[in-house]
Nanobody, 126 residues
Framework: QVQLVESGGTLVQTGGSLRLSCAAS????????LGWFPQAPGKEREAVAC????????YYQDSGKGRFTVSKDNAKNTVYLQMNNLQPEDTALYYC???????????????????WGQGTQVTVSS
C-alpha cells in the first residue's frame, strides 16, 4: 500500500510549538518534492512549507517564514514540519503531500502532488 500518515497535531496555546510528522509507506520519499498544505474550514489547501526533491530548496509562505521549518529523515522515510510561535490563524487541518515523480525543484501547487495524507488537526487557542 502507498500511504502518507500525518501525526502530531493537537490543541495548543498561542505561542506554543508543534512538530508534525508524515510517515510514508509503500514508496520512498527520497528525491520527491514534498509539501505541507494546511486547509482551514471553507478555504482551499495552500502550501505553507515545501521542499525540493534533492532537499536543497525550500519554500515558506510569508506567514510561516521564521516560524516554520520543513525537513525530512530519509532513513525513517518521514517528513516533518516544525512550527514555532503558533498563532490562532495557523489553525487548520494540515496535510502532507509528495509528488509522484522525481523533482529537483520546489513544487508549490497542490496539482503537482500525487500522494496525500489524511491530515492532522492543529488548533491554536487564543
Amino acid at each position: 500500500q502507498v500511504q502518507l500518515v500525518e501525526s502530531g497535531g493537537t490543541l495548543v496555546q498561542t505561542g506554543g510549538s508543534l512538530r508534525l510528522s508524515c510517515a510514508a509507506s509503500g514508496f520512498t520519499l527520497s528525491y520527491l518534492a514534498l509539501g505541507w498544505f494546511p486547509q482551514a474550514p471553507g478555504k482551499e489547501r495552500e502550501a505553507v512549507a515545501c521542499m525540493s526533491g534533492e532537499s536543497t530548496k525550500r519554500y515558506y509562505q510569508d506567514s510561516g517564514k521564521g516560524r516554520f521549518t520543513v525537513s525530512k529523515d530519509n532513513a525513517k522515510n518521514t517528513v516533518y514540519l516544525q512550527m514555532n510561535n503558533l498563532q490562532p490563524e495557523d489553525t487548520a487541518l494540515y496535510y502532507c503531500a509528495a509528488a509522484g515523480h522525481l523533482s529537483d525543484y520546489v513544487a508549490r501547487n497542490p496539482d503537482e502532488y500525487d500522494y496525500w495524507g489524511q491530515g492532522t488537526q492543529v488548533t491554536v487557542s487564543s
